[in-house]
């Protein structure tokens, strides 16, 4: 099956630290890319949706300035939290779909574990 | 209200016993996925269902789109199947297609 790639898996860094995410495609061209959010004992939440060579679509009270999105190619996207501070300590995951369908199949990176100090 | 209700929210069991977790929504979708996250935190895609029924090994799928529910079965529980089982649809209003996501069911299967 189609494998996402997510790395690091977990970072433990001070406060004021940027951060930044990788998600891959490894098999398959990903149009689309997805991060969520999970805090404990909470639902996954959107934060965003990059499509390759757009900027990206942030979900109301998601600062695009601090959670830094790019998608420049087919295989890759990055997540930079910028200036990193306790409240943004979270579980991150990247999805990835190949084609526009919205009905085509997403797949999901193993997360990463963002703790700041 | 959340707009995608799952239950229960633990679920403990034996051993070889029937699981049933259920879904219900109240937002149009054109896709319903069920998903697996272990302890890690990695997530595991183990169907995507529009209509009917899909099944795969001891997992069964259900969807019901008149009455907006569905339900994930699994037969003869082991306990490696312990993990958060989520449910999570495709957003029909969506532009992107993204997913919203159920709070998770977290099931302990016991030997």
Redesign the interface.
């Known amino acids: 099956g189609a494998v996402v790639s997510q790395h690091p898996s977990w970072v433990i860094c001070k406060s004021g630290t940027s951060v930044k995410i990788e998600c891959r495609s490894l098999d398959f061209q990903a149009t689309t890319m997805f991060w969520y959010r999970q805090f404990p004992k909470q639902s996954l939440m959107l934060m965003a949706t990059s499509n390759e060579g757009s900027k990206a679509t942030y979900e109301q009270g998601v600062e695009k300035d601090k959670f830094l999105i790019n998608h420049a190619s087919l295989t890759l996207s990055t997540l930079t939290v910028t200036s990193a501070h306790p409240e943004d300590s979270s579980f991150y995951i990247c999805s990835a779909r190949g084609g526009y369908r919205k009905r085509a199949p997403q797949h999901f990176g193993d997360g990463t574990r963002l703790s700041i100090l | 209200k959340?707009e995608?209700e799952q239950s229960p929210q633990n679920l403990t069991a034996q051993e070889g016993e029937f699981i049933t977790i259920n879904c219900s929504y109240s937002v149009g979708i054109?896709?319903l996925?069920w998903?697996q996250q272990h302890p890690?935190?990695?997530?595991?895609?183990l169907f995507?269902l529009?209509s009917g029924k899909k099944k795969h090994g001891r997992l069964i799928a259900t969807i019901n789109i008149q009455e907006k529910h569905s339900s994930l079965h699994i037969t003869a529980s082991h306990p490696r199947d312990s993990a958060v089982y989520?449910c999570?649809v495709?957003n029909?209003g969506?532009?992107?297609?993204?997913?919203?996501?159920?709070?998770?069911t977290k099931l302990s299967v016991k030997p």
Do not use: E, R, T, W
């Open positions: 959340n995608v054109s896709a996925h998903l890690g935190g990695g997530i595991v895609s995507m529009s989520i999570a495709v029909y969506g532009s992107q297609g993204n997913l919203i996501f159920g709070k998770g």
